[in-house]
């Protein structure tokens, strides 16, 4: 079971990486297209500063989970001192146990968030496109942050090892 969880989560990982450069790389891409454009032909291409946006949101919120997935996340050490060494290993699967906890709670408000914009028919301004297929990123990354905090807690083998700030 260990060894199945550690592939799916090796191979989401991955798949999500993979999402995640190639939402930067639009947004690269559709940006200087737009100077390009805007330099030489003298005209915007239209839509394409709002779809950079909504691809940088995209990859942005995909980065939280492979921040999650990786270990290498922000987190405050203010207490990492409370408790002695020797209880680490316990102190840490309980703040994974509480970090999935709240990310559960977050994915859940952002299905509701999600299913507000359905139902109000909310649209992107200047595509006029609706806004849930983007939206969807929300509690997607929520939920996959979650079950790898859980996958942590329950099998702590398959957490990476921390790496310090600035590594």
Known sequence: ?????????????????????????????????????????????????????????????????????????????????????AWSPGVSRIGDVFSGALYVGFAIVAVGYVEESIAARERAAVLYTPLWPIQIVLPYAFFSSAVRHFSFAAFPELKPEARPEGA
Do not use: C
């Open 1 to 85: 079971m260990r060894s199945g969880l550690a592939r799916a989560l090796r191979t989401l990982y991955w798949f999500e990486a993979g999402l995640a450069t190639a939402a930067y790389a639009g947004v690269a891409g559709l940006l200087l297209a737009d100077v390009l454009s805007r330099e030489f032909l003298g005209e915007a291409i239209w839509g394409a500063q709002k779809i950079a946006v909504f691809g940088a949101i995209v990859a942005g919120f995909l980065g939280l989970v492979l921040s999650t997935a990786s270990n290498s996340h922000l987190r405050p050490q203010f207490a990492d001192g409370w408790f002695p060494r």
